[in-house]
């Protein structure tokens, strides 16, 4: 059985970095078209792609992102971690970790974690 | 970035109704398109992918066609627990990018 959670803190003030660990179950990172992204959905708007880690270590960032984003794997305790530089309020969101079993789909979600921004 | 445009933004249709989505892409992409269902304070669920294929599990109402730029999702026989919105995914190119939604509400 498939599971994603992410954890994180609830609430950041502007100018902090932002950490987020998605902790799965189900599959290894070091599985051959393994991968896990992270996507943000702003209150009441649509959904966002920000990041992918794959299962050779490769990453991806979003284009408008890739300068505050970091994407890392820890394969042993069956973690990924976002990190995000520079918060600002309308980083205000709720944050989902997916995985990709062959690179094109999200086909396993986490529930999401909302993170406020504000001082 | 490759954008993709959904429409319309919202609907609102009777039990029964079939339902279609449109969604395009601002370049051709052949089917590397999903669909995604969200449901209010849920993580979105897929149920279209390769803009076509039916996830498994997924009630045979829903189906997607299209490939290049225009794509469809049609829900053939609109049930009440069907209500929530739903989203196009493109695949062909990274960044992988979402359309805007489209919110399905009950007539």
């Known amino acids: 059985q498939v599971t994603l959670r992410e954890s994180g803190p609830a609430l950041v003030k502007p100018t902090q970095t932002l950490t987020l660990t998605c902790t799965f179950s189900?599959?290894?990172?070091?599985?051959?078209?393994?991968?896990v992204s992270w996507i943000r959905q702003p209150p009441g708007k649509a959904l966002e792609w920000l990041a992918r880690?794959?299962?050779?270590?490769?990453?991806y960032y979003s284009t408008s992102l890739k300068t505050r984003l970091t994407i890392s794997k820890d394969t042993s305790k069956n973690q990924v971690v976002l990190t995000m530089t520079n918060m600002d309020p309308v980083d205000t969101a709720t944050y989902y970790c997916?995985?990709?079993?062959?690179?094109?789909?999200?086909?396993?979600w986490g529930q999401g974690t909302l993170v406020t921004v504000s001082s | 970035d490759i954008q993709m445009t959904q429409s319309p933004s919202s609907l609102s249709a009777s039990v029964g109704d079939r339902v279609t989505i449109t969604c395009q892409a601002s370049?051709?992409?052949?089917?590397?398109l999903n669909w995604y269902q969200q449901k209010p304070g849920k993580a979105p669920k897929l149920l279209i992918y390769?803009?076509?294929n039916l996830e498994t599990g997924v009630p045979s109402r829903f189906s997607g066609s299209g490939s290049g730029t225009d794509f469809t999702f049609t829900i053939s026989s609109l049930q009440p627990e069907d209500i929530a919105t739903y989203y196009c995914?493109?695949?062909?190119?990274?960044?992988?990018?979402f359309g805007g939604g489209t919110k399905v509400e009950i007539k």
């Open positions: 997916a995985r990709s079993s062959t690179v094109t789909k999200f086909d396993y």
């Open positions: 189900g599959f290894s990172l070091s599985t051959s078209g393994m991968c």
């Open positions: 880690i794959d299962w050779d270590d490769d990453k």
């Open positions: 370049q051709d992409i052949s089917n590397y």
């Open positions: 390769d803009a076509s």
């Open positions: 995914q493109q695949y062909d190119n990274l960044p992988f990018t």
